[in-house]
């Protein structure tokens, strides 16, 4: 099947070894306790997997993780509406949480999640990204562990998509002008 030409902005090799060193920093940041994670379907899935793989398995074998589904609309210049589509099955309450999520944009989605996740009086929460794009940030979010600073391109690949195509790539890329 035909698709637009894409730009490699992330290779495999420089991912896997970024995320390898976020899998480092994560294991020895929560050396008593090993957090829940919380992926954000669908574009943290790669991300996710990868991150685990990379774990110690001492430490892997006490990670708890599961996923939260979000769906995001853009009602206008300054406000967006986020609305929880899945929701975690665990009970948050004096847990250590870890969301992961592909890439922070405006900020929008994880601000809506830290909100919804800090009223169930979790232990800790904090924000894993791969991606994140600082340019376009309208909402101050915090992110405590990030894989790369992007500009404001449109990516794809390794779990995000354009109109769900993409996500499948083992890289990220960027997509061509069409012509
Ligand atoms: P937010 O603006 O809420 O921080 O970003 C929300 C979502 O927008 C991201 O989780 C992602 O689904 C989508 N998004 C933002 N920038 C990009 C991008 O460059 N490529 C893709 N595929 N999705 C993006
Ligand atoms: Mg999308």
């Known amino acids: 099947m035909d698709h637009a030409p894409l730009q490699v902005l992330i290779d495999r090799e420089t991912l896997h070894q970024r995320v390898a060193q976020l899998a480092g920093q994560v294991?020895?940041?929560?050396?008593d306790s090993p957090p829940l994670m919380?992926?954000?379907l669908n574009g943290a899935v790669h991300f996710m997997m990868e991150l685990l793989a990379c774990l110690p398995e001492a430490f892997a074998a006490g990670v708890e993780y599961d996923f939260v589904g979000v769906s995001s609309y853009s009602g206008g210049e300054s406000q967006g509406q986020v609305r929880l589509t899945k929701d975690v099955?665990?009970?948050l309450g004096g847990r250590?949480?870890?969301i992961v999520d592909g890439i922070v944009d405006t900020g929008l989605t994880v601000d809506f999640l830290l909100a919804r996740f800090r009223d169930r009086n979790p232990r800790s929460l904090k924000v894993c990204a791969l991606l994140d794009k600082p340019a376009r940030r309208r909402h101050p979010v915090p992110v405590?562990?990030?894989g790369f600073a992007?500009?404001?391109?449109?990516?794809?690949?390794?779990?995000?998509?354009?109109?769900?195509?993409?996500?499948a790539l083992n890289y990220i890329g960027v997509l061509?002008?069409?012509i």
């Open 96 to 98: 250590e949480v870890l």
């Open 38 to 40: 919380v992926g954000v």
């Open 89 to 91: 099955g665990a009970d």
């Open 144 to 146: 405590h562990y990030r």
């Open 176 to 178: 061509g002008q069409p």
């Open 27 to 31: 294991a020895a940041d929560y050396p």
């Open 150 to 167: 992007i500009e404001d391109v449109f990516v794809v690949g390794y779990g995000m998509d354009y109109d769900q195509r993409y996500r």
